[in-house]
């Protein structure tokens, strides 16, 4: 008899605490953000390039008579690294030069008989139509002077080619000839090449950046590059270049720095590990590891708003043992940061706030 009366006791009871129960408020320990101002080390690998590479070609067709230098070889700029018999073009240029003196002993004779006929024709001796047909072809054997002129010149270029030189200092890396060979000039074959030089007295050293890395480095950047090769010895580098875009496939972009190389002790293509240190970046602030919570795959701290709980979305960077550097532009150094949120804790939750420690 008693069960009823004392069922609806309790749900009026239960009913008069609810209200109690739904304003109360989970006490929590905040601390506030501190700006990064730590410098970091940033490590990426890359690989040394030559500052300038060539492919060198002959546009003379003929037999190789000289070849001067081989793999290994330092040549200067202009050096003559190879001679090529080219016969052919020799009794070319020959044959063109004897028509460039034919073609100037007609028109010299042409004009000295225009001469003669203009100053024939004030005495009559000359008749006008007579006078101005011995101009013209004066004139017509002055234009055929200057094209067998033109066509000299471009023999003797082509003569010049028979001579290989090369484009800048630098060290012959790879020889595609021996004497003796018969070489194609201007030829559609890539694989008819001379040889393959390379200046390595500056070196590219070549790395391909995140977007972290890639849009805080300046033209002022410098990195440390050390080799596995040479223990114990790094070399200094300085941000020269950039692609401005980032590979679609990789998601990173081509950075290239200079390094000096005057005594030649690098090679090109040794792979090696350049070091930044950087600034932390913008809106970087460090906080105690428990701070940081992990939901639905997101990296979160909490805040307090109006009295009420509110999650902020952070990227997090480097572990400083019993702090961590999160990123956001939603923090301020104002901003109250919940110590070792509850999990049980929801957005919106009412929450009292006590100072760290206590």
Do not use: H
């Not at 020959?94 to 004030?122: D, G, H, K, P, T």
């Not at 006078?131 to 017509?140: F, G, H, L, T």
């Not at 428990?290 to 939901?295: G, Q, W």
Request: overall charge negative; proline content about 5%; cysteine-free.
């Amino acid at each position: 008899m008693n069960s009823p009366i004392l069922s609806r006791t309790l749900i009026a009871l239960f009913a008069a605490l609810s209200p109690l129960l739904a304003q109360e408020k989970t006490t929590v320990r905040t601390v506030l953000p501190v700006v990064s101002t730590a410098e970091g080390m940033y490590e990426l690998p890359g690989r040394t390039e030559p500052i300038e590479m060539a492919t060198i070609f002959t546009r003379a067709t003929g037999i190789v008579r000289e070849r001067k230098f081989d793999i290994g070889d330092r040549v200067k700029t202009g050096e003559i690294l190879a001679i090529i018999d080219a016969p052919e073009i020799d009794r070319e240029v020959e044959a063109a030069r004897a028509a460039v003196e034919l073609a100037a002993a007609r028109a010299a004779s042409a004009r000295q008989l225009a001469n003669r006929s203009a100053s024939l024709l004030a005495t009559r001796a000359v008749s006008q139509e007579e006078s101005e047909q011995r101009d013209s072809v004066a004139d017509e054997t002055d234009a055929s002077l200057r094209m067998e002129k033109a066509e000299l010149a471009r023999l003797e270029e082509m003569q010049k080619f028979a001579t290989v030189t090369a484009p800048f200092d630098g060290i012959i890396t790879a020889r595609n000839f021996d004497r003796g060979d018969r070489m194609r000039g201007d030829s559609a074959d890539a694989g008819g090449w001379l040889y393959r030089l390379a200046r390595v007295d500056t070196l590219r050293f070549v790395i391909s950046a995140t977007p972290d890395l890639a849009l805080r480095l300046t033209q002022e950047s410098e990195a440390t590059v050390r080799f596995n090769e040479l223990p114990g010895q790094s070399f200094k580098a300085k941000l020269s270049r950039t692609s401005q875009i980032f590979d679609t496939t990789t998601g990173t972009m081509r950075m290239e720095f200079l390094m000096e190389n005057k005594e030649l002790q690098l090679p090109a293509g040794l792979s090696g590990i350049a070091a930044f240190k950087l600034p932390a970046a913008k809106d970087t602030y460090a906080l105690p590891n428990n701070t940081l919570v992990i939901r639905q795959g997101k990296p979160l701290v909490a805040t307090v708003k109006a009295g009420k709980l509110a999650f902020i979305e952070v990227l997090p960077g480097k572990n400083l043992g019993p702090t961590v550097e999160i990123t956001s532009d939603a923090l301020t150094p104002d901003t109250p940061i919940i110590l070792n949120p509850n999990a049980m804790l929801k957005e919106g939750d009412a929450v009292e706030v006590t100072a760290a420690g206590k």
